[in-house]
T-cell receptor
Framework: GQNIDQPTEMTATEGAIVQINCTYQ??????LFWYQQHAGEAPTFLSY????GLEEKGRFSSFLSRSKGYSYLLLKELQMKDSASYLC???????????FGGGTRLMVKP | DAGVIQSPRHEVTEMGQEVTLRCKPI?????LFWYRQTMMRGLELLIY????????DSGMPEDRFSAKMPNASFSTLKIQPSEPRDSAVYFC???????????FGAGTRLSVL
């Protein structure tokens, strides 16, 4: 089975840095995705990690440790528009099905 | 490309009625996934297709739910009869390869009264 845990909510200040953690216990692993979802909209792709380490993409970075079943999404220089839910998702061994965590709702305050 | 197109965007119906949700995938994407999203259960995979063939429907909640993909350009998710607990946002997502980035449609917000 798949078990993916993320904090339900986080609050941060505009201009600051925030780290959203995700832990997973899965029967198989073939990569981890982070998606962003604004209220009332569809999830959109942010990042993908399959090997251990840090992937940086502009203000957003994602880290993976396969041995610890752990990932985080780091958002720098927070902007008000970053207020959204952030979904961690693990792809199974066969590489054909995503299981999503419950999502972390991030509120950015002025 | 216009992206994944879902219709309708909103659907309000009464308990017991049949509901049909539609999805047009991105051209060239061979995988199509149907998800349901609720506050309580988050985003759940219902069923997925590869080259129009249903591969895994283990997430379909019960026999009231059915999905078809008659061709590479169109898929439907049908609920018959609908119940209030089916109220949710239903997303369709497609991808070129199974492990590739999934692109989501705007979703259909279903309310069953």
């Amino acid at each position: 089975g798949q078990n993916i845990d993320q904090p339900t909510e986080m609050t941060a200040t505009e201009g600051a840095i925030v780290q959203i953690n995700c832990t997973y216990q899965t029967s198989g692993f073939n990569g981890l995705f982070w998606y962003q979802q604004h209220a009332g909209e569809a999830p959109t792709f942010l990042s993908y990690n399959v090997l251990d380490g840090l992937e940086e993409k502009g203000r957003f970075s994602s880290f993976l440790s396969r041995s610890k079943g752990y990932s985080y999404l780091l958002l720098k220089e927070l902007q008000m528009k970053d207020s959204a839910s952030y979904l961690c998702a693990v792809i199974n061994n066969a590489g054909n099905m995503l299981t999503f965590g419950g999502g972390t709702r991030l509120m950015v305050k002025p | 490309d216009a992206g994944v197109i879902q219709s309708p965007r909103h659907e309000v119906t009464e308990m017991g009625q049949e509901v049909t949700l539609r999805c047009k995938p991105i051209s060239g994407h061979d995988y199509l996934f149907w998800y349901r999203q609720t506050m309580m259960r988050g985003l759940e995979l219902l069923i997925y297709f590869n080259n129009n063939v249903p591969i895994d429907d283990s997430g379909m909640p019960e026999d009231r739910f059915s999905a078809k993909m008659p061709n590479a350009s169109f898929s439907t998710l049908k609920i018959q009869p609908s119940e209030p607990r089916d109220s949710a946002v239903y997303f369709c997502a497609t991808t070129r390869l199974a492990s590739d980035i999934q692109y989501f449609g705007a979703g259909t917000r279903l309310s069953v009264l």
